[in-house]
């Protein structure tokens, strides 16, 4: 059974600073991943998907990394800003399952 | 703005009642999945619909069930409500690419 893990479960910066947020799975077997932050008490919002045959996406600050074969993903945020404070989560497709990681709640301080 | 629905927003059950969630699909997106998150837990997935036939489905029991209709709606059904029931169920659209799009949720307890 997929299992989706996230580190730091929270983390805390000044504003300014870069930061990496991790993922790991532990089923290769899987056809894309998602990045989604979510705010208190709300749905999620989409950042970046990374289908399995690609490397790393990229939207403006945010890029994010993917290699299946050690079962990690990356999500690089550059030049944090007080309103990047929310919980980040990844998910896996396996291919009409999908599994989410516990998030990283994150707060950048102004 | 995603463009996926949902309803209600809140609602209180008692246990043993049952319950129907509805979502409206983002226009053209042919798959809905449901989630259900507990307080401080990423969400687990539930079920998935394509083109009006579930397709997948997570560790949860028959009676958490669905329907998905021609016009992108859907709905969640959960009978014989249970106290660890309450959580935020939340229904995602999505397309060929399999990006998901959610809804802002609704939120569910059971005294």
């Known amino acids: 059974k997929q299992e989706v893990t996230q580190i730091p479960a929270a983390l805390s910066v000044p504003e300014g600073e870069n930061l990496v947020l991790n993922c790991s799975f532990t089923?290769?077997?899987?056809?894309?991943l998602q990045w989604f932050r979510q705010d208190p008490g709300k749905g999620l919002t989409s950042l970046l998907l990374?289908?399995?045959?690609?490397r790393e996406q990229t939207s403006g600050r945010l890029n994010a990394s993917l290699d299946k074969s050690s079962g990690r993903s990356t999500l690089y945020i550059a030049a944090s800003q007080p309103g990047d404070s929310a919980t980040y989560l990844c998910a896996v497709d396996n291919f009409n399952k999908f599994y989410f990681g516990s998030g990283t709640k994150l707060n950048v301080k102004p | 703005e995603t463009g996926v629905t949902q309803s209600p927003t809140h609602l209180i059950k008692t246990r043993g009642q049952q319950v129907t969630l509805r979502c409206s699909s983002q226009?053209?997106?042919?798959?809905v999945s449901w989630y259900q998150q507990a307080l401080g837990q990423g969400p687990q997935f539930i079920f998935q619909y394509y083109r009006e036939e579930e397709n997948g489905r997570g560790n949860f029991p028959p009676r958490f069930s669905g329907l998905q209709f021609p016009n992108y709606s859907s709905e969640l059904n959960v009978n014989a409500l249970e106290l660890d029931d309450s959580a935020l169920y939340l229904c995602a659209s999505s397309i060929d690419t399999g990006e998901l799009f959610f809804g802002e949720g609704s939120r569910l307890t059971v005294l």
């Open positions: 226009s053209g997106h042919n798959t």
């Open positions: 089923d290769s077997a899987i056809y894309n």
């Open positions: 990374i289908q399995s045959s690609q």
